[in-house]
């Protein structure tokens, strides 16, 4: 298996376009939105938000998974979420499926939608529509079309977020790749925000649903920007087969290639939405080590990357690991802050901050300076048992509260 | 039951102190030791954080509350916690326990200890015995000594806490008046950071605890300033018995009197510790009603109050009600987003934002106004059945990421 460039058009028989339709944003040559086509059906998983509030593609996508063995194409806006806007909101993202169905001469039930932004508003459905005649006409297989749809679904991320891998099943190169967008009400519970993941593996619908909801129990479920979980995460694996490797239907060598490469692009995915929180200056990651269970690793260290004081410290490069200890106490798991020991790395040094229940006598100056790095890692040592976990989270910046103290003007 | 001035000094008997250490803080005229003391023995109840990592003196009061009638002194310092300091950090805090009952002629078991302030450096034991040096002398029962020992305990918070009731309890004029201290790493989860409230009440240690341990339900359990528990909460509750009303050793009227004047006592002092949470511009107060349970009423109104999002829309007078939705959505409790109703309160003017499953055709210019009020009151109507309940919490502001991004320096 190996990393190669590209997105969602690196698999075999995928097309992506983005485009400007000018939905909500005051520059309306910015790219809202974005469309994800396959040449053949193409089998189709999903997993999505737990929040009670859904949005209306989200209602739709669940149902359509549900029903369909395939589907053919996804269209997404961002600006605006069409959530909280009732049976209007409905209407008009059916009329949104619709309107790209008729477009690509396809059934309305082959095709999902997604939606990403501002929660209540309407969709402007006559500049949807338009958006939808651009779209068709520019879709490619090439990197560039990837790119610019990975560009089309970002709100506040300073970023595109692609990754695509090859791997070997059985003599056939198959190919995964895809594209997510993340920044702000990040608290995966289910999926995350919207992720849409392309592959031309041969594999059955069910199989491809069984690696969906495993796969993101470690990728984005282990990711947070600020504890919100949102009312329009979608993740979206679509799987054409074009590869013509031999059918996948069972558990085996085959499904464990295929879900290894899965996650190395789910896991590079989340950690990029992680990176680029709304206002984050830095990568904070978090390995908990030698827990008593998997799950109880997994707690403790998304208690210590969603801390408000951990994250506010980090931003300032302060080693006030009392924090992490703090957060680490109130996860809910017992114990012995006695044995525990906590370290800190980055750029390449490492420092031990805490152990035998009080600080070790540590350089402040040499912890400040690594927590001064662009990416920094925390590791919490147990001393209970086997397990680990790691999560991925961001600083707390003033931007934060910038861009969302004023985030719908 | 009217509320009177004072606060931990009001009740008959009881005498307080504060004085500058020069513990932690750079002022080393700045008061960070407070001194509470009955004279006679005090029936004593508390609740406390339920963190795994727990300070010295809350793992010191959990005891001596299990195995001790009375007591009769509590010594407070602020600037450090004395928590992650092993078992030298224990002995320092005997050591101070200790020391504040010999100045007092007290056997050691009658004196408590509370500690507020940075975890994980050791206790400047020497300034600490000065400090109660100073103290013991400066004890007074009036409500200047009350307000300095409210003045000594506050760390980041900007104003000191105080509050008082008095009540007849069968012809007897009974007084219940407190102090607090709060602001950051404020999640009660058991109790509050720190809150010391005396009674000259006559009752039993054992109504006592059952009071506390009821009362915190709806007071410091309702508050949260940025969702981290601490490891220092500690909420003591003194009775000496002076007010001479029969003694109270069952449920009934007086119990009831005694209770709801308690309720006013520590739910004054919660408001007040989440209005002056780290940072904060503005009071955010979410009341649900018409919920299915009274648990359900809380966990919504929690799960509002500690949303990021909402806290910074709330900063920016931004009425970004989405956010609420999300958080009430997220909040694990089902109910239908379609009938739920969403109102904004704020400087005597009310105004509803969502109903029927969207947004009202609210002005957005009156929202505006109405969030930019110093208190903001949000009311989510469930439509679901009778309970309700009210949390309290604060804004998220650039001032709350500058405090803790350099917390310690």
Chains 1, 2 share one sequence.
Request: proline share 2%; hydrophobic share 40%.
């Amino acid at each position: 298996m190996k990393q190669i460039d590209g997105g969602v058009t690196a698999a075999s028989g995928f097309l992506a376009a983005g485009a400007a339709a000018g939905i909500k944003y005051h520059d309306k040559t910015r790219k809202d939105m974005a469309l994800v086509y396959s040449k053949v059906p193409a089998k189709v998983a999903g997993t999505f938000t737990t929040n009670v509030v859904k949005a209306a593609p989200v209602k739709r996508d669940i149902h359509i998974i549900k029903t369909e063995e395939t589907i053919q194409a996804v269209v997404i806006n961002s600006g605006i979420a069409n959530t909280c806007t009732s049976k209007e909101g409905e209407l008009l993202n059916e009329e949104m499926a619709g309107y790209t169905a008729k477009q690509l001469n396809l059934p309305i039930e082959k095709v999902l939608t997604a939606s990403t932004g501002v929660i209540g508003c309407q969709l402007p459905i006559d500049r949807v529509k338009l958006g939808i005649e651009k779209l068709v006409p520019l879709l490619e297989d090439t990197k560039e079309a990837g790119k610019m749809a990975a560009e089309s679904i970002i709100t506040t991320d300073t970023y595109k977020k692609e990754c695509a891998v090859e791997l070997e099943i059985e003599g056939k190169r198959v190919v995964i790749g895809g594209m997510a967008k993340g920044s702000g009400m990040i608290h995966p519970n289910m999926a995350t925000m919207i992720s849409i993941v392309t592959t031309d593996c041969n594999i059955s619908k069910e199989m491809l649903q069984k690696a969906a909801s495993a796969d993101i129990e470690d990728s984005f479920h282990m990711i947070s920007v600020d504890r919100d979980t949102s009312t329009n995460d979608t993740f979206l694996l679509l799987a054409n087969g074009m590869a013509e490797n031999s059918y996948i239907d069972e558990e085996g060598t085959a499904f464990k290639a295929f879900c290894e490469g899965l996650r190395l692009v789910t896991k590079t995915l989340a950690k990029l939405m992680a990176q680029d929180g709304e206002g984050a200056t830095k990568l904070l990651e978090v390995e908990v080590v030698h827990a008593g269970t998997k799950e109880e690793a997994k707690v403790l260290a998304k208690s210590v990357i969603t801390s408000n004081l951990v994250k506010t410290a980090v931003f300032g490069s302060d080693a006030n690991w009392g924090r992490i200890l703090c957060a680490l106490g109130y996860a809910g798991i017992e114990f012995n802050p006695e044995t525990i020991e906590l370290y800190i790395q980055g750029d390449g040094k490492s420092l031990k901050l805490y152990e035998n229940g009080m600080a070790t006598g540590y350089s402040e100056k040499e912890a400040t300076e690594i927590l001064s790095a662009n990416k920094v890692h925390v590791m919490a040592d147990m001393k209970m048992g086997k397990e680990k976990a790691t999560a991925w989270g961001c600083d707390l910046s003033y931007d934060y509260v910038k861009i969302n103290g004023d985030y719908r003007s």
